[in-house]
């Protein structure tokens, strides 16, 4: 049963950090990508960086170049979300998702997803 758990979120204020996890289980990150989404209230869901499968490469949405990156450990079968110099624009709920490989940014290409965990960016 594949299953994603997301972990990490919380009240940050602006300027500040959070590290956000993706534990997985029921298959196996060495033939499954994986992908963060945000959506916030009110707007569509967001495509924020992937992971590949087969040779680690990563892709980030524009906005949270320079400031946010994506790590696999696969022995730990984890997928983490490193966020820096976080702002209110990034409050949204966060989820992991899975896919077949490859890279990509957009929810359709996703088969699995986590419960979400909420970030809020205030002061």
């Known amino acids: 049963q594949v299953q994603l758990v997301e972990s990490g979120g919380g009240l940050v204020q602006p300027g500040g950090s959070l590290r956000l996890s993706c534990a997985a289980s029921?298959?196996?990150?060495?033939?499954?990508?994986i992908g963060w989404f945000r959506q916030a209230p009110g707007k569509q869901r967001e495509g924020v960086s992937c992971?590949?499968?087969?040779?680690?490469?990563?892709v980030y949405t524009d906005s949270v170049k320079g400031r946010f990156t994506i790590t696999r450990d696969n022995a730990k079968s984890t997928v983490y979300l490193q966020m820096n110099s976080l702002a209110p624009a990034d409050t949204a709920v966060y989820y992991c998702a899975t896919k077949g490989g490859g890279i990509g940014l957009h929810p359709w290409e996703y088969d699995y997803w986590g419960q979400g965990t909420q970030v809020t960016v205030s002061s």
């Open positions: 029921g298959f196996s990150l060495d033939y499954y990508s």
């Open positions: 992971i590949s499968s087969s040779d680690g490469s990563t």
